[in-house]
């Protein structure tokens, strides 16, 4: 089948899951802080379709399927938290925001 | 089979670059197209995979539905790019670096050990079966059609919410 | 195919009813928009057709949604069985007394126009908590986490006007999404090792020899922050306070209560089907030795518990007070399955019902002062034993209740807890329980000492609870006190709810 081996495609994985985890922690605009999350999701989704097209499985892309689903779901919802806070304050900045102790 | 090697590099080192890319320009706005062309270079590796019906469902509803949600908002708030921060910031570049490249050796290890126990299968024919929409559609609707129910109601719940946050004024 | 879809519906009757009530709900809220006040009552009487609905499956063992495949060993999508079951009923019983508990709330009554779409979200709530109590497929677990959070995600910031309120929402849904994706990236790990998505086909494939160990246990632990974050355990607890406070009182209850249960059934769920090679005649569970779960419970359930307990002691806004304690109390909990016994199980079943009962009690206590004096400030408590001695008296039964001291329900749970502990060995776990127990007495003694021996300085008038309040109270210090004394029948019904359905 593939000439390429799985790992090849597990390590562009990998790499995009830690740049995404790294990007949640470092930035501070809230929306890049979601579409930090959308890369976290997006590299779940590379190992699932990589896993299910090496197995000959379907369930692996149904699960990508229902996940894009998930993601959408939570950008609209995400992006209108956002867009009340706008409201308020006028910023994005999460260290603005918060007027909780972290 | 070269030419496998050769999409696979490419797309690969596009999906790595603008990853990288997208978490460290200042702008929101060069993050977002960033990670739009991120979206691309994974559809362009799930061709590869033989998962057509997910490629172009990550071209559609990723980049096409998505990432406008994404730019939109942008543009609507019009958020200040992030320069002055990462600037005064040192610090949190290099713990920033730190941090990926722990998580990344981490992570890059563990995937490395995670080939599937057993029944990987050489079978190319069964690999393009899987990634067929004929094959997607009847999973969806059989084994599935619990989870698919349940990401309907998802997407309601998500409207009501959307709606009742981002609306302005109810009187 | 179809013979076996439309054999399951039978078996996902109380998910259909809310599903259905949902559309009513937001049907209604589209159809009679002028008048909104009949909303709490339709969904009233939706929660308690679930319940019946449940009711009915208790006792029954199942699977629901078996794919085709499943010739070998059977499995489903879904499993029914009294374990799911109770906790259905522990999330019905829980969704009554909120919708009672926001029909009295001035928060709640002040939104109007937008009753509807909180009603409809609560319902969204429910329907991910059921699903996801007796969901057995990785796929179904991470979509019904998801339905529950979302609709989680909107009611914490419900009160849009309330800085505080969309704040503690942002907040919820940054951390939320992050641990999901962490969540997600240990199931495609999980599914890449084993080629499945269904709990019982993991747990039969993991116990092959070539299984590599270390990727497996990295995967279970990205698996435990999902649910650890749902159950608000210790590392991944710092949204829990924010939230709790800024969120409308109702929903605090109702995340404290109903969305920490769902969590964990969802992790008892996991390790008992996905890890458990079998089950001991005395009840004990033989773990596959894949992965060290109880050393990892019993780190996080002994973190958990001593640093809610520690950082409730300086919190003076009850509300805040209140999620510390939920933390530590989640802390007892998570230990009852540390043990990793039916015991254990039986401990953790009956906390959770008396738990219910006590936490939404000190809630709405909190409630109607804050309905008065809208702060939730200790410093509004000075003299209140004097001013409302009723509401007082059923506070300080709460509170002491969630201590742990006889002779109330509290106190039972936190017995059968121990004696979990101490049947299976585990005495140095068991003492440092007992310690943060003792720390705990501080706090919630504190809240007494303002009631009833501070002078207010302020004059206040006299808080007349309305008779709905009594009698809600009433249903809630009734048990408390009964169970505190004759507590045979909730341990009967929590021995004869605690079997999963078998590996």
Redesign the interface.
């Known amino acids: 089948m593939n000439t390429i081996p799985m790992e090849y495609y597990l390590l562009i994985s990998a790499f995009m899951f830690s740049v995404g985890v790294t990007g949640v922690l470092i930035r501070r605009n809230a929306i890049v802080v979601f579409m930090c999350i959308e890369l976290m999701l997006n590299s779940a989704n590379l190992a699932l379709v990589t896993f299910s097209s090496f197995l000959g499985d379907p369930a692996g892309q149904v699960f990508v399927f229902f996940v894009m689903t998930v993601a959408a779901a939570e950008a609209a919802v995400g992006l209108a938290i956002i867009i009340a806070i706008f409201r308020n304050k006028l910023t994005v900045n999460i260290d603005e925001i918060n007027i909780f102790k972290w | 089979m070269i030419l496998e090697y050769i999409l696979f590099a490419i797309l690969g080192l596009v999906a790595v670059v603008t990853s990288v890319a997208m978490i460290t320009r200042p702008s929101p706005v060069m993050s977002a197209i960033f990670l739009v062309l991120n979206f691309f270079a994974l559809a362009g590796l799930y061709l590869l995979l033989n998962a057509q019906f997910i490629a172009v469902v990550q071209v559609i509803v990723y980049a096409g539905a998505i990432m406008v949600l994404f730019l939109f908002v942008l543009m609507l708030l019009n958020t200040d790019s992030e320069h002055a921060i990462l600037k005064e910031k040192r610090k949190l570049k290099f713990i920033g670096i730190f941090i990926a490249v722990l998580v990344f050796i981490q992570i890059g290890y563990i995937v490395f050990y995670s080939a599937p126990s057993d029944s990987v299968t050489k079978e190319i024919a069964e690999s393009i079966n899987a990634g067929k929409i004929e094959t997607i559609g009847t999973e969806l609707y059989t084994t599935y059609v619990l989870p698919f129910l349940a990401s309907g109601f998802l997407l309601l719940g998500a409207t009501i919410g959307a709606i009742v946050l981002a609306m302005k004024k109810f009187e | 195919?179809i013979n076996e879809?439309l054999n399951?519906i039978t078996f996902?009757y109380p998910e259909l009813a809310v599903?259905i009530f949902?559309l009513i709900i937001?049907l209604v809220d589209l159809v009679f928009h002028k008048d909104k006040k009949y909303i709490p009552y339709i969904s009233l009487a939706g929660l308690v057709i679930t319940g019946i609905l449940v009711l009915n499956q208790i006792g029954i063992t199942h699977f629901a949604?078996v794919?085709?495949l499943s010739a070998v060993k059977k499995y489903g999508?879904?499993t029914i069985d009294p374990f799911g079951s109770y906790f259905k009923l522990l999330v019905v019983v829980t969704s009554i007394l909120i919708i009672f508990f926001t029909i009295a709330s001035e928060e709640v009554i002040d939104l109007k126009?937008?009753l509807g779409?909180f009603h409809?979200?609560i319902y969204?709530m429910i329907?991910g908590m059921l699903?996801m109590i007796s969901a057995s497929?990785?796929?179904?677990i991470?979509?019904?986490l998801?339905?529950l959070s979302?609709?989680s995600?909107?009611l914490a910031?419900?009160l849009?006007l309330r800085?505080?309120s969309?704040?503690?929402?942002?907040?919820y849904?940054?951390y939320g999404?992050?641990s999901?994706?962490?969540m997600?990236?240990g199931?495609?790990?999980i599914?890449?090792?084993?080629?499945?998505?269904n709990l019982y086909v993991i747990n039969s494939?993991i116990q092959?020899p070539?299984?590599?160990l270390?990727?497996l246990s990295?995967?279970s632990i990205l698996m435990f922050v999902g649910i650890g974050y749902k159950i608000s355990a210790a590392p991944f607890h710092?949204w829990t306070?924010?939230v709790y406070?800024?969120a409308p009182i109702s929903i605090t209850a109702y995340l404290s209560v109903a969305s920490k249960a769902a969590g964990f059934a969802l992790l008892i769920r996991f390790i008992q089907t996905g890890f458990t090679s079998f089950i001991s005649e005395d009840g004990y569970w033989t773990l596959i030795a894949v992965f060290d779960w109880q050393a990892l419970l019993i780190a996080i359930s002994i973190l958990t518990m001593t640093l809610g307990n520690f950082s409730a002691l300086w919190q003076d806004n009850l509300k805040r007070m209140l999620a510390y304690s939920s933390i530590a109390h989640a802390g007892y909990i998570l230990l009852g399955i540390a043990v990793l016994s039916n015991q254990g199980l039986i401990a953790v079943l009956i906390y959770f019902f008396v738990y219910m009962l006590m936490n939404i009690g000190a809630f709405y206590v909190v409630m109607l002062i804050s309905n008065k004096t809208g702060s939730e400030n200790i410093d509004d408590y000075d003299g209140l034993g004097a001013k409302a001695p009723f509401l007082g008296v059923a506070l300080a039964i709460f509170l002491i209740s969630l201590t742990g001291l006889p002779p109330t329900a509290g106190f039972i749970a936190k017995l059968y807890l121990f004696i979990a502990l101490i049947d299976a060995n585990m005495i140095v776990v068991a003492i440092i329980a007992l310690l943060n127990t003792v720390v705990s007495l501080y706090y919630y003694v504190r809240v007494l000492k303002h009631m009833y021996l501070t002078k207010s300085e302020r004059e206040q008038e006299n808080i007349t609870p309305s008779i709905g309040s009594l009698v809600y109270l009433l249903v809630l210090l009734i048990p408390i006190l009964f169970f505190g004394i004759y507590f045979t029948p909730i341990v009967e019904f929590a021995r004869s709810c605690v079997s999963l359905l078998g590996i």
């Open positions: 195919m879809i399951s996902i599903s949902l937001v949604f794919p085709q999508m879904m126009e937008r779409e409809a979200l969204g329907l699903v497929d990785l796929i179904l991470y979509l019904s998801e339905l979302l609709s995600y909107v910031g419900f849009k800085e505080r969309s704040e503690a929402s942002l907040k849904v940054i999404s992050v999901s994706g962490l997600l990236f199931i495609s790990i599914y890449g090792l084993t080629g499945s998505t494939l092959g070539q299984i590599n270390f990727t990295f995967s710092f306070p924010d406070e800024g």
